[in-house]
């Protein structure tokens, strides 16, 4: 019986090849978007299990209360973590962990005798203890991870970099180079090499240095304050059976008995939390952490969208299911009245339902693997699939396919298997009211859905502009930004910069230790006249030449710029933002130039220079914070910024290569351009954008396939109607029109049921923004173009074929 019925259903599919062409499809595009975006969210939700002793190690963070507001952040001061494990016995072990934030890049160098140099910039390199191969699991090829970074001044690289700098020799007990601006220059032994594993990991470094050895070393030596220097991740492995809850509820008093006079001095106070490593990536108790966190929002999004997507295939299904029931209502019949029940005949449409929904996954699975390096591309994740690595889901979606099947199957199998054999047989069949309402309903649930990711399409596209566009407060377009990263490059950068400053195509050149975009841990506290350290504001801080504010285009509004003519500014001098001008508590900038401010607990006097203009040091996620520059008493810059006027970009670049050549040799010619840095902020934003504009398309593609098959079968309902009409006068364009009119109606409904939800959906989202676009009516009526233009062309191919048919064909009795 079970053969007979899975018979009947090929014959079936084979007889209405369109129609079994767009269930299929339609099935499998929203079974690949189902599983692409299950690949994509169990990667998100794998970070860290691989590490052997994942449940327990916990990161340790800090929330700073000033003035009762409260700011966390996943950072600690560098004694904090051997003071846990001395006062606490349930802390088995710790390790700190610090990313070279002052540099975007680091130049790593290999000079081997009687061999060329090997020099190049390196970016995601990490400091850190002895321990951290203990706590985090790395494959590696070379070297014992256990023992890796005992010895200072030693380095773990990835394989890429090892073999950048040593092809395929060995690169065991090899001695680098590595100039960096926050650890200094270090001649480092490599003891240790690892390869990416599959398993994700908040920590993405791709080399590791110990922290004995450098610079950093010396400077955490030195800080035994806990109150200052937050800038060190730290983690605990705790003992087994210990509760990390429970342990959290003694990080109070242990504040209050190691950093209370020091918090009490710098006018706020510190609690301590507690994150496990495994929710550390998608943990919202900070905006930042080692790595950019993930989203639960963004999840949420994707996993909507597709669910959604499969909905709409299955909605498909039983649209065009129950549309064709008038050509299947004789079979019924006579089945019925050769002693057929309804429960066979219910497995028998079932069963059809099913062969689909198996075709559907095995087409799946194929365009899975076709399209998961174009996901993986615009996810920006390295996505893989294996029967291996990923049977669960691989069977879960065998079961979801099987399950989708026969939900979607369910309804057209009774409403099929209900005709009256009477009825049916002497040919007074017709859809009733109630079928045909519910497949119009579920036109308007397909198109709300599509229409809904239509405007978050559309709305995104629009901030993604607007973040792009939108006036920064500085000249970002041709800003070059060269690195000085070693003791060399920053010796050279007064002859460098004579030299580049001469070329014509060279509007002017500024040096800093930061750039805007990028973190910049070094602040400033300060406080009018009168007032304490209680009342005193934060303000971010970057050391720059005479002419950086300049190079900038930053706007000055009052006072003057920095310059080494007047040697107070060197000493003290600053200029500020008005946002924090108005923070520190002046009525306007004008007032504040010449004043003093005082920083530290010792009240030492700062020298209000200048005011500019508010601008973005930061991307439009923040709102704009105060900030303020410095004049540098020496020329230990960290990179160069050079203002273009040229049209001609690789030529000038060609120029500067020659210029850096003559003066450093040794060392790469490396440049970035600001705003392409400053971009790299909104990564995730575009990674989603691209990601909702790709399955907006599929979920459209899906919808018009069954309006498409819908429209093919009313036309073939109406040919008659359509004959008469034709004989009567009626002209192709009166025809197109009458049968497209009741689609477009509904997509029309389906719009206005999809705008508002749409527009709540989307300023939640945006709400993450410190800037945003506005959701204005041109949103709405730019999708509701879209959307019915789709609908009437999908529609339209149908109607002007019917249109323009021989009406006495059409009229020809059977």
Known sequence: MIRNYFKIAWRNLMKNKTFSFINIFGLSIGLTCCLLIALYLTYETSYDKQHPDAARIYQLGTVFVREKEEHPMPNTPAPMAAMMQQEFPEVEET?????????????IRYSPQNSAVTSFYENKGYLTDPGFFRFFKYDFTEGDPQHALDNPNTVVLSKEIAEKLFGKQPALNKVIHISSSTNGENEVTVTGVFVPGNQPSHINGRFFMAFKGGAMEQYSIRSNNLAYNNMFFTYLKLKKGTDAALLEQKFPGFIRKYAGEDLKAAGFYKKQFLTAVTDIHLSDKTKDNVTQPGSTTYLYILG????????????????????RSSKRSAEVGIRKVLGAKQSSLIWQFLGESILMSLIAFALSLFFARLCLPAFSAASGRDLYLSLQDHAAILAAFLGLSILTGFIAGVYPAFYLSSFKPVKVLKSRFSNSFAAVSVRKGLVVFQFLISALLIISSVVISKQMQYMRSKDLGFAKDQQLIIPLRSQTAKAIYLPLKSSLTKLSEVQSMGASTYYPGIFNPSDISLYKQGATIHNAEVVRYNNVDENFIKTLDIRLIAGRLLSKAYPTDTANGIILNEEAVQKIGFKSPEEAVNQTVLTGANAQPIHIVGVVKNFHFQDLHLPIAPFGFGLNSTNNYNYLLVHCKTGDMQQLLAKFTGEWQKLNPNEPFEFSFLDEEFQKN???????????????????????LGLFGLAAFSTEQRTKEIGIRKVLGASAANLVVLISKDFIRLVVIALLLASPLAWWIMDRWLADFAYRTSISWTVFLISALIACLIAFLTVSTQAIKAAIANPVKSLRTE
Do not use: H
Not at 95 to 107: A, C, I, Q, S, Y
């Open 95 to 107: 390790v700190r962990l610090l990313g070279l934030f002052g540099e975007d890049k680091t130049l």
């Open 304 to 323: 909507s969208i597709a669910l959604f997507t499969l909905l709409i295939a299955c909605i498909n299904f039983m649209n065009l299911s129950t549309a």
């Open 682 to 704: 909104y990564i995730a934003q575009d990674r989603l954008a691209a990601m909702v504009r790709y399955f907006t398309f599929i979920a459209i593609l899906i919808s018009c």
